[in-house]
């Protein structure tokens, strides 16, 4: 047991249980919510059993007090009393196995070192993920086992946009798995796949954050780890509208940057169609048919041209627009319908239909091209990169989705040929606009797949919401982590976060940025974990790395116009202009 002067003792007052008990704390000596503390009691036939347990509440109160008003007689010493904390523990681990209480005035110490490893399970973790700090300054860890599929997978994070640090958490539990070690040679085909919808803020993932400090880099070194950036990261985003060149749509970062989109001959042979219908009302109308039925008819007729265009009836096609209007040109000419609809396809049915495909026109109309010229590298891949950020900001809602789920597709698609020798890691913010509880889409039915099956394909989902109340029942249920930061007083009674104490749902409503109540299956109680800032720049005016970039309004190098003429001598006059 840990050679730590004792905190105090165990109450005798309170009854005392194998799950719970309260201590009452010595002079000068304090527990604060999260410490981690062990008792010991001897057994006749067994011997000693240590109980350890972490802090769950403090409360603080006059004993020898019996009115509200007495508070001012003791400290005029008029009226004697004491102040007296007795803090409440929530056992996580008996050893060994014999469930009995602590007994009263059995003492109580702090648990230090292998005490404490002992008391969160550290000990019997053969890989761990460090994941920050400990309210004791000391490192929490998680099991890789219930990451990479072995015994379990995927992340649920949940947390008040811009105050719960979502996706600061997920990015630094994939660096911390990428740069911890602890994947060994697997790393080699460890993979992450990020979707970005708000902002800019990723596509500098490789570049250093010029706030890195000393203290920060301290920081770091306690959790093993360099404090340094994504040392591999690829970067897609959308290409600019109404621009032939297929220049990708950011402004902040202008190189290194590859834009994607899909050709219609790829949108027609791969039948992507059912992707524009997306949203969750989508299922549940009778045209779900005519899109299947239209999809199948474009895959059989279409031909590619060139360039991604296609050739349908006699027609060239090289926009998004010139196929939307080709289809409804068939579904509205009395001859053509009953072939592209099907036989008993209602006029009304019809409508609905393109009115929902006309209204896919303009979200779509610049990741769906057959008028831009092929270039390499342009279709959303993993393969380049360890880490790969799709930047989705500048995209309407419906584009978002499309690009979702038919990236996801592709992947899972991909995974599922090559095997589960390797990870792939997709995080995806604002999962409640994908997966939502109520309804289904293609989008959610592929999430579900990941969600029920990926871990034995490799694939893990690591999903960010404000809300977890609003996702898939079955998503939030399959995630063995589960992250909570800071919440809605409304939200934190949901159901949902029945695993939280309810000391610790109090707290995540004024849980400050950075801090995060971890949940994993070993570990009956979550723990408080603070991680460190972003070693990463996560914003233009943050990076450290190109400053004539940096320091350029639009990402973009201020060059001298005038640096490749040749050197003026020094006798000559200066030019009169």
Not at 272 to 296: G, S
Not at 301 to 307: L, M
Request: contains cysteine; charged residues 25%; glycine residues 8%.
């Amino acid at each position: 047991m840990s050679e730590e002067a004792p905190v105090g003792r165990v109450v005798g007052t309170e009854d005392s249980t194998p799950l719970l008990f309260s201590v009452a704390l010595a002079q000068e000596q304090y527990l604060q919510l999260d410490d981690v503390v062990v008792t010991v009691r001897p057994v006749p036939g067994i011997g000693p059993v240590l109980t350890s347990g972490v802090v769950t509440e403090v409360r603080a109160r006059h004993e020898g007090a019996s009115f509200g008003s007495d508070v001012f007689l003791i400290a005029d010493g008029v009226l004697p009393a004491q102040v007296q904390e007795v803090a409440e523990i929530t056992t996580t681990r008996v050893e060994p196995e014999c469930y009995v209480p602590p007994t009263p005035g059995s003492l109580v110490r702090r648990a230090t070192g292998e005490d404490r490893a002992r008391a969160l399970y550290f000990d019997q973790m053969a890989l761990k993920v460090p994941v920050g700090l400990g309210r004791d300054g000391e490192p929490i860890y998680v099991n890789l086992e219930f990451l990479d599929g072995t015994r379990g997978g995927h992340v649920s994070i949940s947390g008040i946009s811009g105050v719960a640090t979502k996706t600061s958490f997920a990015l630094f539990l994939l660096y911390s798995i990428f740069r911890s070690g602890v994947l060994g040679r697997r790393s080699v085909n460890a993979k992450a796949l990020v979707f970005s919808v708000k902002g800019e803020d990723l596509l500098f993932l490789d570049q250093p954050n010029n706030r890195l400090d000393d203290d920060l880099r301290a920081a770091y070194a306690k959790l093993g780890l360099l404090a340094a950036p994504f040392a591999s990261a690829g970067f897609f985003a959308p290409p600019t509208p109404e621009d032939l060149s297929g220049r990708p749509h950011v402004t902040g970062r202008t190189s290194g940057v590859t834009a994607f989109w899909w050709t219609l001959a790829e949108f027609c042979t791969e039948e992507l169609l059912p992707y524009v219908f997306a949203d969750a009302e989508d299922e549940r109308n009778q045209y779900t048919m005519v899109i299947h039925q239209v999809a199948a008819r474009l895959r059989r007729e279409a031909t590619p041209v060139g360039d991604g265009a296609i050739a349908v009836g006699g027609k060239v096609l090289r926009t998004y627009d010139d196929l939307v209007e080709f289809v409804s040109d068939r579904l509205t000419d009395e001859d053509e319908r009953r072939d592209w609809a099907g036989p008993v396809t209602g006029t009304g049915t019809i409508n609905a239909f393109l009115r929902r495909l006309r209204s896919s026109l303009k979200p779509l109309r610049s990741i769906v091209r057959g008028d831009l010229t092929d270039a390499p590298g342009r279709r959303v891949s993993t393969d380049a990169h360890q880490v790969t950020v799709v930047d989705l900001h500048n995209l309407p809602e419906r584009a978002q989705r499309f690009v979702v789920g038919v990236v996801l597709a592709s992947e899972t698609a991909r995974k599922e040929a090559a095997g589960p020798g390797g990870l792939l890691f997709t995080m995806i913010d604002e999962l409640n606009k994908y997966a939502p509880r109520e309804g289904s889409s293609p989008i959610k039915e592929v999430l579900l797949d990941i969600a029920e099956r990926g871990r034995s394909l490799g694939i893990i989902l690591i999903g960010a919401q404000q809300t977890a109340s609003e996702v898939e029942r079955r998503i939030v249920s399959n995630s063995s982590i589960k992250v909570v930061g800071r919440l809605d007083p409304a939200e934190a009674g949901r159901p949902e976060y029945g695993f939280l104490p309810p000391s610790q749902r109090q707290r995540a409503t004024l849980a400050k940025p950075g801090t995060m109540f971890v949940s994993q299956p070993e570990i009956p109680v979550p723990l408080a974990v603070e991680f460190p800032f972003p070693a990463w720049a996560t914003r233009l005016s943050e990076s450290a790395g190109d400053p004539q970039r940096a320091a350029s309004t639009n990402g973009a190098a201020r060059l001298d116009p005038f640096a490749r003429l040749p050197a003026m001598p020094d006798d000559e006059d200066d030019a009169p202009f």
